[in-house]
């Protein structure tokens, strides 16, 4: 997917002066933390579980080939196809030559970002092969003009039920539905034509068991089990981070998966696909193909950023994000926003590519505190910014500033001087008022609100005073 | 007890009046309190900007500065915090450095929680008349636990009637340099602490750290808000307010 990560400042304004998409975001906000908040009550002990998940997942990206290859093995043993793509251009590349060989002109989709970093219904398009999304919101997005995903589990969390009511009466040119069932059933029977005649079904993964050579799938709708069981080819494109060892330590991250996520003890459909159809089966393809991708995950493992690999794509961080919540997803300008699109981004995407994300951040940690695997969130954007800064990536003028401030601060008397003459100016600016409404040196802070005035002189100053007088 | 205050450089810049609110906090509870005056800045800044030398420099002199003393008290969570927590994982590869590191930080605290965890106040000074609504900030709720503490102090003060407001717990936007960064951003999360802070019908808003409370006041009086005071805790708990 094309990166717009660079203009994320303009694009975050733009979203603050969406008037439609502010009162979108105010209804999805409060769903999600409330939701998330309920369904913890019911774990006994969630530091615990976490700790557990947080393990394991340690333990895989500790020994990721290992895992890996473990996976493969059984995978292979179950009829499965196993597949390595360096990048999305690779998985394009792969995807493609699957689909010309099973002489595929249609292919349906359960939902999968990976399919949005390589750009892949793009690349089937240009092959001829028609992707068809089944997932409802991705199938929004895409027949709304291939409109990207603001969420990485509600890709239109964006459009209220007004937008569709329009967008489906538009593109589907049926009578306009305003009822949330009559929606979804028009969607349902749009979909149900492709799901019976496409050829291949292409899926995410939310984990790849790595005992059984399974690919564990969470979904809500039941898109998932068209897409994976009634054509002949299922093709499966994960990271190659979403291994973990046994089921076992699925069914621990399961507990926390759905709660995270959506708020729920358990997804509508929890699948977990081993292999291809046997011959005394009536379900399943015939080929079953994994595409593992890796896509910059393995220049993360055993750096500073490793703990990030642990990330199971529940959306948490997000739907507690007060810079997302504020702002929708598609201001970050690629496919993962809020907390963990910022540290992602600028690890897959190129670090030059995105050089507001790691400071779109008040670092208030509340991304960290709900994480179902513990990543310190906030710690991983600060390297990042010292990382930006090392490389020489930030404006010069904040670079010189900061700089320069640091040096004056270890200077106490200079420090003094300029704190004494610093306050004097505030004061001069806010006048007889108790506040400043323009500050020329941070005009950014004063567009939205006013700066309240200082109290006159530095403590210091004052401080020196009373002792003088005592 | 020698208790050294770190007044914060916010705080020695634009409000005076919480470190003396502070300082007679723990002068009145007892203890000998000295005020360093080569102090500037914890480092913080730099530190989250992604200045690393500068952060560390910074870190360096606060540590030679204030580890002559029994405690070291800070009326900010997120610059009480910095010195806890943060100034642990900045010298990796120089021990003595991590070991003087290490031994402040287990002799630092922010106001509220020094003031019960540590002196167990049974009283404090203050008096004030009305409603109260607290904004719990960031880092000292999240990383520091500094959630009980002031709401124990308050309740001791006469005549404050205590108003929680729903999303006490979320960030008002401020974020240090975010807030200058990404000002629209910042501004509009602030509204939304802003429109809390009004359900709550409370008259006064009081937080542990200055950022947030400029970020607050600033954005009230540009909604037109004239009247909510806001506070800083130590400022009320002394009496100043």
């Known amino acids: ?470 | 007890m020698r208790v050294g205050l770190f007044v914060t450089c916010l705080v020695d810049l634009m409000r005076p009046s919480i470190g003396f609110a502070a300082l007679k906090l723990l002068e009145n509870a007892g203890c000998e309190v000295v005020v360093p005056d080569t102090q500037t800045c914890c480092g913080q800044p730099a530190w989250n900007s992604g200045d690393k030398p500068g952060a560390e420099a910074l870190a360096k002199k606060t540590i030679a500065e204030f580890e002559g003393f029994d405690y070291v008290v800070v009326p900010s969570g997120s610059c009480g915090d910095h010195i806890r927590t943060e100034y642990l994982g900045m010298f990796a590869t120089e021990p003595e450095w991590r070991d003087r590191a290490t031994a402040m930080a287990a002799r630092t605290f922010e106001l509220t929680d020094f003031l019960v965890s540590v002196l167990k106040v049974e009283a404090v000074p203050g008096s004030y008349t009305g409603s109260v609504t607290y904004h719990d900030s960031c880092t000292g709720l999240r990383s520091l636990g500094i959630k009980a503490q002031p709401r124990m102090l308050l309740a001791k003060v006469k005549g404050v009637e205590l108003k929680e407001m729903n999303g006490c717990e979320e960030c008002c936007g401020f974020g240090g340099t975010f807030s200058v960064k990404f000002g629209d951003v910042s501004a509009a999360i602030a509204e939304r602490k802003c429109d809390f802070i009004h359900s709550s019908g409370a008259r006064a808003v009081a937080g542990g750290d200055l950022g947030c409370l400029l970020n607050i006041e600033g954005k009230l009086r540009r909604m037109g808000d004239e009247t909510t005071r806001v506070l800083h805790v130590a400022e009320i708990l002394a009496g100043e307010a």
């Open chain 1, 1 to 470: 997917m094309e990166i717009k990560s660079m203009r994320f400042k303009a694009n975050a304004s733009a979203s603050l002066a969406n008037v439609v998409l502010q009162g979108n975001l105010k209804n999805a906000k409060g769903k999600f933390v409330t939701k998330r908040a309920e369904a913890l009550k019911d774990l006994d002990d969630f530091e615990g579980t976490r700790d557990a998940a947080k393990a394991i997942r340690n333990k895989v990206i500790d020994n990721l080939d290992l895992w890996l290859e473990r996976f493969e093995r059984k995978a292979l043993d179950t009829g499965a196809h196993v597949l390595w793509a360096k990048d999305g251009a690779e998985v394009c590349r792969l995807v493609t030559e699957i689909a010309r060989k099973h002489g595929v002109k249609k292919v349906t989709k359960s939902k999968s970002m990976l399919s949005e970093e390589a750009g892949l219904n793009q690349a089937l398009e240009a092959a001829g092969i028609q992707p068809v999304e089944t997932d409802l919101g991705e199938y929004i997005l895409q027949v709304d003009n291939n409109e990207p995903p603001s969420h990485i589990i509600a890709p239109a969390v964006h459009k209220s039920l007004d937008d569709v009511a329009d967008l489906f009466h538009k593109v589907h040119g049926t009578p306009r539905k305003t009822e949330i069932p009559a929606l979804t059933r028009e969607a349902r029977e749009v979909l149900r034509g492709h799901f019976l005649t496409a050829e291949m079904g292409l899926s995410g993964g939310n984990f790849l068991v790595a005992e059984t050579g399974s690919v564990a799938l969470v979904t809500n709708e039941g898109n998932g089990r068209m897409v994976t069981t009634l054509p002949k080819v299922h093709v499966v494109i994960t990271g190659i981070e979403k291994v973990i060892p046994t089921l076992e330590d699925l069914s621990t991250l399961m507990r926390l998966l759905p709660r995270s996520a959506t708020g729920q003890s358990i997804s509508n459909y929890f699948s977990i696909l081993t292999g291809v159809k046997k011959p005394e089966e009536h379900d399943g393809p015939e080929h079953l193909y994994f595409v593992l991708v890796d896509s910059g995950r393995a220049d993360v493992i055993g750096g500073e950023f490793h703990e990030m690999l642990r990330c199971i794509r529940c959306g948490a961080c997000m739907n507690h994000c007060p810079v997302y919540q504020t702002i929708g997803g598609h201001a970050y300008g690629w496919v993962y926003p809020g907390p963990m699109g910022s540290v992602l981004t600028p690890l897959y995407a190129g670090i030059e590519n995105s050089i507001d994300l790691p400071h779109a951040a008040t670092l208030c940690n509340q991304c960290g505190i709900v994480c179902p695997v513990g990543i310190p969130l906030p710690e991983l954007l600060r390297k990042l910014r010292e990382k930006q800064t090392d490389a020489g990536l930030r404006p010069l003028t904040e670079r010189i500033g900061l700089r320069l401030w640091a040096w004056v601060a270890q200077q106490p008397k200079l420090y003094a001087l300029g704190a004494r003459f610093g306050v004097r100016y505030l004061k001069w600016l806010a006048g007889k008022s108790d506040r400043i409404s323009l500050l020329p040196m941070a005009p950014e802070w004063t567009r939205g609100r006013d700066f309240p005035a200082p109290q006159g002189k530095t403590f210091r100053e004052m401080y020196a005073a009373r002792r003088k007088a005592a």
